[in-house]
């Protein structure tokens, strides 16, 4: 089972990126689905999640900002991130809860896309 997250890159303060995380691999089902992200010197934090339900979860530093969704049937989640600051510069992960074929559970993640907002 591999994430493969892509989207990331160089933005102005104001501006938008759209982050997208597909997985693949001997999959049964995903569960939960979400984004965090870590910045030089710090740990890395929730950004957003989602269940297979549809119900979604946000870090109050992006409420009204950012908006996670994703497709099941496609396998992928996305991270709409809208008036994007300085502080939102960092590496975004994706990760999910996925059951194998084989039925094991286990939480993936992805490697990473570098969001940098700069002007």
């Known amino acids: 089972v591999q994430l493969q997250a892509s989207g990331g890159g160089l933005v102005q303060p104001g501006g938008s990126l759209r982050l997208s995380c597909i997985a693949s691999?001997?999959?049964?089902?995903?569960?939960?689905m979400g984004w965090y992200r870590q910045a030089p010197g710090k740990q890395r934090e929730l950004v957003a999640t989602i269940t297979s339900g549809g119900s979604t979860n946000y870090a109050d530093s992006v409420k009204g900002r950012f908006t996670i969704s994703r497709v099941n049937g496609k396998k992928t989640v996305y991270l709409e991130m809208n008036s994007l600051k300085p502080e939102d510069t960092a590496v975004y992960y994706c990760?999910?809860?996925?059951?194998?074929?084989?039925?094991?559970?286990?939480?993936?993640w992805g490697q990473g896309t570098q969001v940098t907002v700069s002007s």
């Open positions: 990760n999910g809860q996925i059951t194998r074929l084989d039925r094991i559970l286990y939480t993936y």
């Open positions: 691999g001997s999959i049964g089902k995903i569960d939960e």
